[in-house]
């Protein structure tokens, strides 16, 4: 990170920062070129401390059959605060912000894992606890949920 006096460390202050943002975006290896896509998305923190990533979609897509041909991916997030001028306009126009970005391997959730990743993703938005049983059977079926075991990443914070 360049400008490193902006980097957050420390778990849980990380992982609030991100939780702040409003949605993600995935890249995915597109063959060409990347292929990049906001998601919502939902996370949970491990007991070891790793990072897993949630996001929900429909069960056919290009992000998909992408994913299924090459697992890496990247992820960025962004919360802009507020946009502020602090000097001479236009020039002295600034930000403040938080943002994180990460790389990690895609995969399909199964089993309990699905609901899961559903329930992470609810809380991220709502800051409600679902019950697995409240999710609608039929929607299930129609949902695919997508984890992302993230295997680095950074935030950074500009606050004036």
């Not at 290009?62 to 962004?78: G, P, Y």
């Not at 994180?100 to 399909?108: D, L, S, T, V, Y």
Request: charged share 25%; proline share 2%.
């Amino acid at each position: 990170m360049r400008k490193a006096e902006r980097e957050v460390f420390g778990g849980e202050e990380k992982f609030a920062a991100l939780m702040r943002c409003p949605y993600m975006t995935i890249a995915i290896n597109g063959g060409g070129a990347p292929y990049q896509v906001p998601v919502n998305f939902g996370a949970e923190r491990r007991e070891d401390g790793r990072l897993v990533l949630y996001f929900h979609c429909a069960r056919e897509g290009t992000k998909l059959e992408l994913i299924k041909k090459d697992a890496r991916v990247s992820f960025s997030a962004a919360n802009m605060l507020r946009v502020f001028n602090k000097g001479a306009a236009p020039c002295g126009y600034t930000t403040d912000y938080e943002s994180a970005c990460g790389q990690g391997r895609a995969r399909f959730a199964e089993g309990a894992e699905r609901l899961r990743g559903l329930c992470a993703l609810m809380a991220h938005y709502t800051g409600e606890r679902f019950e697995e049983a409240a999710f609608d059977a039929h929607a299930l079926a129609l949902t695919e949920v997508v984890c992302i075991d993230v295997e680095h990443w950074t935030v950074k914070r500009l606050l004036h």
